[in-house]
């Protein structure tokens, strides 16, 4: 595997002033999620800087506890979309003077807080992020929830998984009108075959606009927007934020948010197994809100509620008979196995190893050793032959997208040894 200091040297030369960006060709600024990752590889290379990146992370989320997708800390000059089509102005945030996007990402910040300060026991660390987590988390029942016990995104952006199939069906359904912008994000001929369609940016811009106009009213947007999605990784990663956020409450010695946080996560959870799993498919699945329809595609995220404990023993064991298709591969686990899927298109069949990192996890957690054991090495396998790339062909292995991603090298850094990782419930 390429090696701690390769990673390391990554992690360096995408470092920024608090913030580590994505990928220097393509994502110049700090990404919510992929910041979270990072922070998990760095708490075994870099401590401070594990604990700078999320606390930098939770300084740009707004007053009312989102934490956004993209804060934009230095000039955004030649990026699209960049601040001036958000138009998100810096009086939102709690805590820094940024602009933003103006949506969120899957809330992995939690779990991540939580891993950095399992590794360093530094209780300022903890009581420092423990008011925003705290906000987050509130933040998503008042404003993402319907039922105090699924959550929302009205954006495809905003589940991480952009280009997933499981979004098309939401997508078509409505015209974008007339979008007139440039894209930024095809560099050169074989990543522009690679990255969503002009039919899906038209989509996902227009949407951007439709917040823009409505000033990024949740109670107005859910009404009129096209896109709103109950997305089962969103979810499990909510349901496993909330048992973070228990166990940290718990650590202060606050008892009662302690519990708080435990029931809302045994809500969630307890939801998605009874709302949210398609026997036929053998995994979860995400439902149109919009619509009142679940969206049925065999993505890894319908494999990932297994992080928050979701799938009775009667789901798991339908699920582990899914688990072979995704296992069908040279490389597990491919992001989607399906009629559309594409080995080499961005969230279409490619391998991402942040998802491979979930997915061990939740293995672990439902006591599926051997099944882990294969994600972790077939990842390890991955870096070893074709280092830090943004994802991988699952037949062949070969690294595509970005070159030095950033959160490849950093969760490199959480497989180096040899010890599997305990994936304790929350």
Avoid at 298 to 312: D, K
Avoid at 315 to 336: G, K, N
Avoid at 342 to 371: F, I, S
């Amino acid at each position: 595997m390429h090696g701690r200091e390769s990673a390391v040297s990554v992690l360096d030369a995408n470092r920024r002033d608090g913030y580590t960006i994505p990928s220097a060709t393509l994502y110049p600024f700090q990404w919510n999620w992929d910041s979270a990752f990072v922070a998990v590889g760095l708490a075994h290379a870099d401590p401070a800087a594990a604990k700078r990146e999320i606390r930098t992370l939770l300084d740009a989320r707004w007053e009312n506890g989102m934490v956004p997708q993209i804060a934009f800390w230095s000039d955004a000059a030649g990026y699209f979309p960049g601040p001036e089509e958000w138009r998100v102005g810096a009086d939102r945030t709690a805590h820094a003077d940024v602009e933003t996007s103006g949506i969120t990402q899957p809330p992995m910040v939690a779990l991540a807080a939580e891993y950095v300060y399992e590794m360093t026991g530094d209780e300022s660390f903890r009581d420092s992020v423990l008011p925003d987590l705290k906000a987050h988390c509130e933040w998503w029942l008042r404003e993402r929830s319907d039922d105090g016990e699924l959550v929302w995104v009205r954006h495809p952006w905003a589940t991480g998984m952009d280009d997933s199939p499981a979004w098309v069906g939401p997508l078509e359904r409505f015209d974008p009108g007339d979008v007139s912008y440039v894209r930024k994000d095809r560099k050169d001929d074989d990543l522009a075959e690679q990255r969503p369609t002009d039919w899906d940016y038209d989509r996902y811009v227009a949407l951007v606009r439709q917040g823009r106009e409505l000033d990024w009213d949740e109670a107005r947007l859910r009404k009129e927007s096209p896109f709103v999605v109950e997305d089962v990784l969103t979810n499990a990663l909510f349901a496993r934020a909330c048992g973070s956020v228990a166990a940290l409450s718990a650590d202060a010695g606050d008892d009662a948010a302690a519990e708080r946080w435990r029931a809302q996560a045994e809500t969630t959870r307890r939801a998605l197994s009874e709302r949210r799993f398609d026997d036929d498919l053998g995994l979860f699945v995400s439902h149109d809100l919009v619509a009142d329809e679940p969206l049925p595609v065999r993505s890894v995220a319908g494999l990932l509620p297994t992080l928050a404990g979701a799938p009775t023993d009667d789901q798991f064991e339908r699920m582990r008979e899914t688990l072979a298709d995704f296992f069908a591969y040279e490389y597990a686990a491919p992001s989607y196995v399906g009629p559309e899927m594409d080995y080499d298109r961005y969230w279409r069949g490619p391998v991402w190893l942040n998802t491979n990192w979930l997915l061990e996890r939740g293995l672990r957690r439902m006591g599926a050793e051997r099944e882990a054991d294969r994600i972790r090495a077939d990842s390890r396998r991955l870096l070893d032959r074709e280092g830090f790339r943004e994802y991988f062909n699952p037949e062949t292995g070969s690294g595509r997208g970005s070159d030095r991603f950033s959160w490849s090298a950093a969760l490199s850094l959480t497989w180096a040894g040899d010890d599997a990782p305990t994936e304790v419930a929350r």
